[in-house]
């Protein structure tokens, strides 16, 4: 009798919670970035067979031609398809975003897991040297970083690692201070576990929610530093196209061909629109108590 | 067994105020200042007071797990306060504590299952299949049915959960129980159910306990000697029957006052404390109950009071014995 009063108690636990896909997804907001997200990946992911020309291919005739049925988004100062090269550019957006955002995650967690936890003097000097980081202008810190060491993917990703990964090491470092006054984290130290199994099996998978959703924020965040870096020429060389690069170059024919800046703009604009709804939605969600 | 599994002796853990601009030491607060007493085997020390009193900081300072200013703690002959770190992982697997609240005391991403299966993978307990044998062991020994092993503590009510908890705790066979509060969180009728739990491991497998909490008649049921705590020291101390029979410390006396009665015809003489605990940054001088006590004398301004004996193990700090 006793086992059935239980069960019911249970079972109406588990109906009455809708979820958690339904609930992030009943969000419209959600549904337009997860779109945005879905087919900015099938496009990177497929640019070959999706661009009708290649993102290098010269047709001098062709120079400079607004938008027609031939080059649908018009063509830039050497003739080549803009439609294209925003196809390829894409798989450098998203190359740069998530790898640089993914090694900025490993390093900032690190740091900020230690500082959090052991406190005392290892936070002293992991917080100063992160607040010291945090401190400076996002770009000027890449555009050092990528002047000194010179233009390449490798160190673009990296320059964009060098910036965010102390707004991780941050949110790491405050969930986990918050998280070591917690009786269940008390427990596992009279229980007599070691600080690697209570940081990896304990502290971090309580923290995980709000790191899912700086990374969503991070990223456009990421492609807009890739961006603004291969406009003012220190992003990836050409004539590798990059959203950024395309519109530094539209930038001297602004008034004959305004379509060579405009289309790359437009679509950076759509994609760190579509990650920063779908991050909102995705923080609502998680945690609803964050919400404005 | 005879002998006192633990000992305790003029502990003292003080906290330092910060100064808020200039990082000075400012003043303490004494949460606990000099208190010693004993546990035999197999034996349940209640440890009862009011908020604030220092109570919890007492559990947590005989389980190593904030600093010490002074004093010994003893567990089965170690002073534990000087172990070091592997040492005082072997002692941990004799010493447990059952939190108070039951909703953050266990990881809210872990099964139950998982979380009593780590316990014993830490502890090197068994391999794969013997782990699995021995959790539901633990599990049917707490009254919870092998089901809820795959569920989440959310899933759990608030009885359950400690159930689930005090399975933890015996998951490394411990031999001393630290009860902070544990049924403070639940309902009465809960409550009951935890306290004979508690009550029927401490038979089978011999457990000593120290069992705090803020409710005498909580406190009354389980134990068989009550510590009466107040602003950080112990003012007195007594075997269960004697306390309650012959009650010396007026604070005793109010809080022995305050316990509801089951008869609405029986009036009985309240002794009502008036004001509140004065701050343990800044203890009164002379006898700490002085501010609230109606028997307060001149000396009892002055000087604090020394323990008196007043036999069969009942000491009190009050300057009227």
Request: glycine letters at 8%; aromatic letters at 8%.
């Amino acid at each position: 009798m006793e086992d059935i009063i239980k069960e019911d108690i249970l079972e109406e636990v588990e109906s009455c919670e809708p979820n958690f896909w339904q609930r992030l997804f009943s969000n419209k907001m959600a549904v337009f970035g997860a779109i945005v997200i879905l087919i900015l990946f099938i496009i990177a992911i497929f640019a070959p067979l999706i661009a009708p020309y290649s993102f290098d291919a010269i047709d001098l005739p062709q120079m400079l031609k607004g938008p027609n049925t031939e080059n649908i988004l018009g063509t830039d100062e050497f003739g080549r398809d803009i439609f294209s090269r925003i196809v390829y550019g894409s798989r450098i957006s998203l190359k740069v975003g998530f790898i640089a955002v993914g090694i900025s995650l490993v390093i900032g967690t690190i740091l900020g897991a230690l500082a959090g936890y052991y406190g005392g003097i290892t936070d002293y000097i992991i917080s100063g040297i992160t607040d010291i980081a945090y401190s400076f202008p996002v770009s000027l810190l890449a555009i050092a970083f990528v002047a000194a060491l010179g233009r390449s993917l490798t160190n673009l990703i990296f320059a964009v690692a060098l910036v965010s990964w102390s707004g991780y090491a941050r949110l790491v470092r405050g969930q986990f201070i918050s998280l070591r006054n917690r009786e269940f984290i008390e427990a596992t130290k009279i229980l007599g576990m070691s600080d690697v199994r209570i940081i990896f099996k304990h502290m971090l998978p309580n923290s995980m929610a709000p790191i899912i959703v700086l990374t969503t924020l991070e990223i456009p965040k990421a492609i807009i530093v890739e961006s603004s870096l291969s406009f003012l020429g220190l992003g990836v060389p050409p004539p590798a196209p990059s959203w950024g690069s395309i519109m530094s170059s539209g930038r001297a024919y602004i008034m004959e061909a305004p379509w060579i800046a405009i289309f790359p703009g437009l679509m950076m604009a759509l994609a760190v629109l579509g990650f920063n709804l779908f991050g909102d939605a995705l923080r609502d969600t998680l945690d609803p108590r964050l919400k404005d | 067994m005879i002998g006192n599994i633990l000992e305790v002796k003029d502990l003292k853990v003080h906290f330092p105020v910060k100064g808020e601009l200039i990082p000075k030491n400012v003043s303490y607060v004494k949460a606990v200042d000099g208190i010693s007493f004993n546990i035999g085997y197999a034996e349940t020390l209640g440890l009862v007071g009011e908020s604030g009193c220092g109570k919890s900081t007492t559990g947590r300072a005989v389980l190593n797990m904030m600093k010490v200013n002074s004093g010994q703690v003893i567990f089965e002959g170690r002073d534990i306060l000087k172990s070091n770190r592997n040492e005082l992982k072997k002692i941990r697997k004799d010493m447990q504590l059952i939190f108070q609240d039951p909703f953050g005391s266990l990881n809210p991403r872990m099964t139950i299952g998982s979380t009593l299966e780590e316990v014993l993978y830490v502890h090197h307990l068994g391999d794969k299949s013997q782990r699995q044998k021995k959790v539901n062991e633990l599990i049917d020994m707490v009254g919870l049915s092998k089901d809820y092993l795959s569920r989440y503590p959310h899933e759990f009510s608030g009885g359950q959960r400690q159930r689930a908890v005090i399975a933890r705790a015996l998951a490394v066979k411990p031999k001393f129980i630290i009860c902070d509060e544990p049924v403070s969180a639940l309902d009465v009728s809960i409550q009951s159910q935890i306290i004979n739990l508690l009550e029927g491991l401490q038979r089978s497998f011999n457990l000593t306990y120290l069992f705090i909490a803020h409710d005498l008649s909580v406190v009354k049921h389980i134990s068989s000697r009550i510590a009466v705590m107040y602003l950080g020291r112990i003012v007195e101390i007594a075997e269960s029957d004697e306390l309650f029979k012959r009650a010396a410390h007026p604070y005793t006396k109010a809080l022995l006052s305050s316990i509801p009665v089951c008869d609405p015809d029986f009036r009985k003489d309240r002794i009502l404390l008036e004001g509140d605990m004065p701050s343990p940054a800044n203890p009164p001088k002379g006898c700490r109950f002085h501010t609230r006590c109606i028997y307060a004398k001149e000396i009892c301004l002055r000087k604090e009071p020394v323990s008196a004996n007043l036999g069969n193990g009942h000491m009190v700090e009050c300057h009227l014995y």
